[in-house]
């Protein structure tokens, strides 16, 4: 159980172009999804926390227009590149929150989409 | 969330039991421990949590210390599949931060 997908697995795009990834939760639902990124021989990176209905919330740094967040169900969660340049180029990892008792969270993550910008 | 402090790497022999340290001195008393770990280009992968009392799963054991300052994961029987980038976090909410931690590497 609580296994997270993600589509694509890889993608290259060219500059310039938006890119959309998908983040499902498969068996279970998830009122809170976030988004990671990643970059080669550094650690995860919170990008923003996405709940389903409302509006995303961004950390510091992160452009919320550059990266749009829709969190439409329960169950699936889409991050979309806008305008991608080649500094984007990264490894984007989502999870999915699931609370098992009230205040005790489990998180699982995504298997990642690593994008690369030409 | 309570900064941790855990060692750049480890090395552990196949079949050996890996022990795995994480300090937290700081953290306060409704933040859990939580464990991760990332096989190379991989999505981090769920482990273990706690609060205050041991936990033990299929796949590790998590001993707290009683202060609650620190903590272990141990991974009973090391393969070399389990060789990955470890992470241990403080957290009161499902809000993960990630720091640098642990790359154990299991040799054969």
Not at chain 1, 28 to 41: D, E, G, I, L, S
Not at chain 1, 50 to 77: C, M, P, R, W
Not at chain 2, 20 to 27: F, G, K, M, Q, Y
């Amino acid at each position: 159980g609580a296994v997270v997908s993600q589509h694509p697995s890889w993608v290259i795009c060219k500059s310039g172009t938006s890119v959309k990834i998908e983040c499902r939760s498969l068996d279970f639902q998830a009122t809170t999804m976030f988004w990671y990124r990643q970059f080669p021989k550094q650690s995860l990176m919170l990008m923003a926390t996405s709940n389903e209905g409302s509006k995303a919330t961004y950390e510091q740094g992160v452009e919320k227009d550059k990266f749009l967040i829709n969190h439409a169900s329960l169950t699936l969660s889409t991050l979309t590149v806008t305008s991608a340049h080649p500094e984007d180029s990264s490894f984007y990892i989502c999870s999915a929150t699931l609370e098992r008792l009230a205040r005790d969270y489990e998180q699982y993550f995504g298997p990642g989409t690593r994008l690369t910008v030409t | 969330d309570a900064k941790t402090t855990q060692p750049p790497s480890m090395d552990c022999a196949e079949g050996r039991a890996a022990n795995l340290p994480c300090n937290h001195s700081t953290i306060s008393g409704n933040e859990y421990v939580y464990w991760y770990r990332q096989i190379h280009s991989q999505g981090p992968q769920y482990i273990i949590h706690g609060l205050k009392n041991n936990e033990t799963n299929e796949m590790a054991s998590l001993i707290i210390t009683e202060d609650r300052k620190s903590s272990t994961l141990i991974l009973p029987h090391a393969t070399l599949r389990d060789t990955a980038v470890y992470y241990c976090i403080a957290s009161s909410n499902y809000k993960l931060t990630f720091g640098k931690g642990t790359l154990l590497t299991v040799n054969p």
